[in-house]
């Protein structure tokens, strides 16, 4: 299972997930109005065949995460890169939300 923050940016999300040795090539990242689906494949090792290996912990399987979004987005905008085994995606929101003054000063009448 891939593991992923989401990050609410006022005009959009911001979704980061580890992906750490799969290549982009290898993701299929499909987007709709109310979440993202995300999976991929672990490189097989088929450039290694033939090697007698002794012992072998590192994992090679796909994955698939669906990840919801708590408000409308645009799919056709939404944006991803790989960076250092992370994926972000930018998600767009439809109706982006009003972000509030951290402090506003009230008059006293």
Do not use: C
């Given at each position: ?50 090697k007698?290996?002794?012992y ?26 790989v960076?250092?085994g992370i ?23």
């Amino acid at each position: 299972m891939a593991l992923y923050d989401l990050v609410d940016k006022g005009d959009r999300y911001e979704l980061q997930v580890e992906v750490p040795g799969i290549e982009k090539e290898k993701m299929d990242i499909k987007a709709t109005r109310h979440s993202v689906e995300i999976s991929g494949k672990h490189s097989e090792k088929t450039e290694e065949k033939g090697k007698r290996y002794l012992y072998t912990e590192r994992l090679y399987r796909s994955f698939y995460r669906n990840v919801p979004v708590p408000e409308e987005i645009v799919p056709s905008k939404v944006a991803a890169k790989v960076e250092n085994g992370i994926l972000r995606l930018e998600l767009p929101k439809k109706v982006p939300t009003r972000k509030e003054d951290e402090e506003t000063r009230v008059d006293v009448k």
